[in-house]
Every structure is written in structure tokens, then in C-alpha cells.
């Protein structure tokens, strides 16, 4: 869908103010009756910004030094307003992953599906879900079980995961992109995303 680009001369959130912002528009019914419209992380990237789950509060600057013990400091990738890091899938084949903190499930790409053993020739595992998002329009949707997805310190498992053809954003981006990690992997955590030192931090 097509949007004009728009200028904001400032936007605020709580005590951090944007100046010149460039915002789109979207029409989408849904959306609209469950939110005014959507920002990125990277909006707000000269701050330390956290996104605590379990408490439901978005902070600024937060000291995520406070308990090591705690946190793990996870190396990211930025790419313009993207932020990935890397997750190994069942303790072997590792990846990029975009993070997508308005994600509410995780899926792999196809060639990670691939990587676990499901492709579309595999029995049953094909499934049409008219799936379109960041990764365009996905085509055949693969089901993928028993996935764990992990970092150094952190892990989820999925009885059954969705894969779909991720192709055309890695070419864009010149990258492999392995799937995306959202809410079901991130929701135990408050998730700091550090833009100056490139890193994602994960706190309990």
C-alpha cells in the first residue's frame, strides 16, 4: 500500500521529545481501532530504550547494569531502522533474526526450516495462511516442530513453528535473514535496545 511521506515537527513520549520526524499513513481497519499508529524503536534511537514485558512499561535510559547476573548482553546487527541478532535453532544451525517487538509470534525462512529438516516436499508440512508482512507476501507457509530458539543464555522451544519464503528481504538487505523474533520469545524479559554499542539486552 502506497503512503506519502509527512513531516512532525515534534513528537513526544513521556520525556523524550523527536524532532522532524518522517511519519507514512496506512489504511487498515483494524489497526485503527486498536491503535492511533504504530512507531518504531529506531525512532527513538539516540536514547537506551526497554521494552519490559511483564510489567507492560516502554523506559528510557534504564540502568541495565544494575543485577549482571540477570542481563545478557546479546551483540545485534542494525540496518537503517532493523535491528537482528544472532539465535541458534535446537542447539546447532545459527542465524540472523530480525527483531520485531510488535511481532507476536516468531517464524523461521524457509532455509532455515530448511536447515531443521522441513521443506516443501516434506509430508504434510505445507500449509496455506495468506501470510504478507515485512517479508512480503510469504507464499506456501511451512509448519516446522519442536523448534528452540536460543541465545548464549536464553532460550524459548515452540512445539510447532511457521516458516515462510523470507527471500525477497534478504536480498534487499544483502543479508540472510534466518525468521523473526517476537512477543513468544520476548515476553519474559524487559528488552533493551542499545543503538550506540549495538547491542540487545535481555533482563529478568
Do not use: C
Not at 505445507?126 to 519442536?146: H, R
Not at 513453528?161 to 512477543?183: F, K, N, P, R
Amino acid at each position: 500500500m502506497e503512503s506519502g511521506i509527512y513531516r512532525i515537527d515534534s513528537l513526544t513520549f513521556g520525556g523524550i521529545e523527536v524532532r522532524n520526524l518522517p511519519v507514512g499513513t496506512l489504511s487498515d481497519p483494524l489497526l485503527g481501532e486498536l491503535a492511533d499508529g504504530i512507531f518504531s524503536t529506531a525512532t527513538f534511537g539516540r536514547e537506551l530504550v526497554s521494552i519490559d514485558y511483564p510489567d507492560s512499561i516502554i523506559e528510557f535510559n534504564v540502568d541495565t547494569d544494575s543485577d549482571d547476573s540477570l542481563s545478557e548482553r546479546v551483540p545485534g546487527w542494525f540496518f537503517s531502522n532493523l535491528a537482528f541478532v544472532p539465535l541458534r535453532l535446537n542447539g546447532d544451525f545459527e542465524g540472523l533474526f530480525l527483531l520485531d517487538t510488535g511481532a507476536v509470534t516468531s517464524i523461521l525462512s524457509h532455509k532455515a526450516a530448511a536447515a531443521l529438516g522441513v521443506t516443501e516436499e516434506t509430508p504434510g508440512a505445507g500449509v496455506s495462511l495468506g501470510l504478507a508482512g515485512i517479508g512480503g507476501e510469504s507464499g506456501l507457509a511451512l509448519t516446522v516442530p519442536a523448534v528452540t530458539l536460543s541465545t548464549a543464555q536464553s532460550q524459548a522451544s515452540f512445539p510447532l513453528m511457521i516458516a515462510i519464503d523470507m527471500d525477497e528481504i534478504s536480498q534487499t538487505l544483502g543479508i540472510e535473514v534466518s525468521g523473526i523474533v517476537g512477543y513468544d520469545f520476548l515476553k519474559d524479559y524487559r528488552v533493551s535496545i542499545d543503538f550506540d554499542n549495538a547491542e540487545v539486552i535481555l533482563s529478568r
